[in-house]
T-cell receptor, first 116, second 113 residues
Framework: AQKITQTQPGMFVQEKEAVTLDCTYD???????LFWYKQPSSGEMIFLIY??????QNATEGRYSLNFQKARKSANLVISASQLGDSAMYFC?????????????FGTGTRLTVIP | SQTIHQWPATLVQPVGSPLSLECTVE??????LYWYRQAAGRGLQLLFY??????ISSEVPQNLSASRPQDRQFILSSKKLLLSDSGFYLC????????????FGPGTRLTVT
């Protein structure tokens, strides 16, 4: 089974609008971390936000927030006030801390295009 | 501050030729180091990771190998490249004992012809 599932191959959003990128995960570990990375056309993977499985509050970093719903095993990324520079591939990833602690499992990504 | 370097940035190699990609990290000690490969339009696949000098773990059997000759140097190699080795190779590091994010290098785009 896939550890990380991103069901949206591509998304479009109007500049200055908010957008939600979906991510669901599969793990039997009680302790894990969820990450979102941005990959612009240059190829570099840029860390955006982290959510620990025991964190009670949803993580936020500037315009990025993570909508963490543990019971549903979802960790959607919300980008508010989209900017043209947000156009990129976005990857959701997970690390299981009790097993496979050295591996980040990545989803297949969502390509976000911000329309002016 | 910590920085991670990879070279070369791009590489075109014929099938059957050897490969050596280098990754170095500055500004930290005893990092965990990782090699990932990203096929076109796909997510990242972990190839190797290392928790210390000379300690290499392989996640996926293939014709690639990795070495860590120095604390902050991680090398990805192949004796004979295959067409299927084409892709984008990313090196990453993480502070030891920390469960948070990995930091990625700029990547090497490899095309095997």
């Amino acid at each position: 089974a896939q550890k990380i599932t991103q069901t949206q191959p591509g998304m479009f959003v109007q500049e200055k609008e908010a957008v939600t990128l979906d991510c669901t995960y599969d793990t039997s570990d009680q302790s894990y971390g969820l990450f979102w990375y941005k990959q612009p056309s240059s190829g570099e993977m840029i860390f955006l936000i982290y959510q620990g499985s025991y964190d009670e509050q949803n993580a936020t970093e500037g315009r990025y927030s993570l909508n963490f719903q543990k019971a549903r095993k979802s960790a959607n990324l919300v980008i508010s006030a989209s900017q043209l520079g947000d156009s990129a591939m976005y990857f959701c990833a997970m690390r299981e801390f009790l097993t496979g602690a050295n591996n980040l499992f990545f989803g297949t990504g969502t390509r976000l295009t911000v329309i002016p | 501050s910590q920085t991670i370097h990879q070279w070369p940035a791009t590489l075109v190699q014929p099938v059957g030729s050897p490969l050596s990609l280098e990754c170095t990290v500055e500004g930290t000690s005893n990092p965990n180091l990782y090699w990932y490969r990203q096929a076109a339009g796909r997510g990242l696949q972990l190839l190797f990771y290392s928790v210390g000098i000379g300690q290499i773990s392989s996640e996926v059997p293939q014709n690639l190998s990795a070495s860590r000759p120095q604390d902050r140097q991680f090398i990805l190699s192949s004796k004979k490249l295959l067409l299927s080795d084409s892709g984008f190779y990313l090196c990453a590091w993480r502070p030891p004992g920390q469960n948070y994010e990995q930091y990625f290098g700029p990547g090497t785009r490899l095309t095997v012809t």
